[in-house]
Structure formats: structure tokens, C-alpha cells
Nanobody, 122 residues
Framework: QAHLVESGGGLVQAGGSLRLSCAAS????????MGWFRQGPGKQRELVAS??????RYADSVQGRFTISKDSGKKTLYLQMNSLKPEDTAVYYC?????????????????WGQGTQVTVSS
């Protein structure tokens, strides 16, 4: 049974927008930390944004363009991505962790979705 299920990826032109969704089961949605990672071709998986009861954090490369949010009623995590660039092309993963101060390193996160492809054309 999948506990984190991403959707919303696709192909978009540079400058466009996409919204990713991550539907979570109750026990996972209520973990302290949820976040989005991405892994581009030939690159390591990197943290894009995370959200905890303390606040939100963003990678410098997406600050001001991406917004992470949670809908408690729908048990869904979102990533609104605006002003997309070709370098944003990657598989985007939803993740969850029990830590109040989650690590930026992907191996430290406990739970993962299967990923959704985002491709930004120039």
C-alpha cells in the first residue's frame, strides 16, 4: 500500500507553472516534516522544499518561485512551481519524516513516494 502518492507532473514550457500534489495517508500526513525532493538527470537527489510546524524551507535555486503548502482537510501536500526553468527538469519526490528539524540529505528521510516527472522545455 502506497502511503505517499504524487501527481501533477508533466511537460511545460520555460516560464510556465505546475502544481504537484502528494496525497498522504493519515499517519504520514501527521508526521512532523513533509517535503519535496528532486533528482535531475545525472544528479543527486536534492531537497527542494520542506514544511514542519516550525516553518518552511526552500532551496536557494527555487526560493521565490516555488511554494510548499499542506491541506489538512485533503491530507495533501502541494508544491506550486512558477517561472519554471529547464534546469528544474527532474523527477520530483514527496517525502515525510518524523523529525522536527529534518535533514537536507535525502537518505535521512524515512518515507517516500514513487516520484513524478517534471520536464521543462526551453
Amino acid at each position: 500500500q502506497a502511503h505517499l502518492v504524487e501527481s501533477g507532473g508533466g511537460l511545460v514550457q520555460a516560464g510556465g507553472s505546475l502544481r504537484l500534489s502528494c496525497a498522504a495517508s493519515d499517519s504520514f500526513f501527521n508526521l512532523n516534516a513533509m517535503g519535496w525532493f528532486r533528482q535531475g538527470p545525472g544528479k543527486q537527489r536534492e531537497l527542494v522544499a520542506s514544511i514542519t510546524p516550525i516553518g518552511e524551507r526552500y532551496a536557494d535555486s527555487v526560493q521565490g518561485r516555488f511554494t510548499i503548502s499542506k491541506d489538512s482537510g485533503k491530507k495533501t501536500l502541494y508544491l506550486q512551481m512558477n517561472s519554471l526553468k529547464p534546469e528544474d527538469t527532474a523527477v520530483y519526490y514527496c517525502a515525510a519524516d518524523s523529525s522536527w528539524r529534518p535533514s537536507d540529505q535525502w537518505p535521512d528521510w524515512e518515507y517516500w513516494g514513487q516520484g513524478t516527472q517534471v520536464t521543462v522545455s526551453s
